[in-house]
């Protein structure tokens, strides 16, 4: 065995199957650390676009049309300051439309109607 000149190969190859599983170990432990941080930018995204949600830059898109530039009236719209509406009230009219207002459950997440219904009692 001592003399045998296959043996050098042996033991680098040997190295190298250790090498290999080594690396490959490492590569699965960096895997799970990617992934770990692509759930984080998911969850902070989600928070991001929640908090991105603007309640007066939407009303200036979807409701002066109706309700006036500064929501004081004008079109067919009423008045939307000092409501003495509840805000669980606020919240369902813009959710399920009453008469002639439009619904916009379709459009806009429960939450974001929230950020609405609190918007427009802000408006005095
Ligand atoms: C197509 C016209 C139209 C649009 C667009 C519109 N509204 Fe209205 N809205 C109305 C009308 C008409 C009423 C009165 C409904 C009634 O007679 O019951 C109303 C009523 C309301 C009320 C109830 C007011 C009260 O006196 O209790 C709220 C709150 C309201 N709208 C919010 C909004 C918000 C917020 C938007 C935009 C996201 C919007 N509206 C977009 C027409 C509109």
Redesign the pocket.
Known sequence: MKNNPVVPYILIFALGLGLIFFMSLWGADQKKEIAGENEDGKTEDTAANAEEFD?EG??Q???????GGD?TGG??????HG???SKE??HD??KN??????A?GG??SDEQ?DQ??D??LTLK
């Open positions: 309640p939407f009303t898109q979807k409701c002066i049309s109706c309700h929501l079109g067919i719209g009423p008045n939307l409501l003495s509406d009230t606020i009219i813009i439309g009453q008469n002639n207002m439009p916009f459009q806009i109607i609405l219904a918007y427009i």
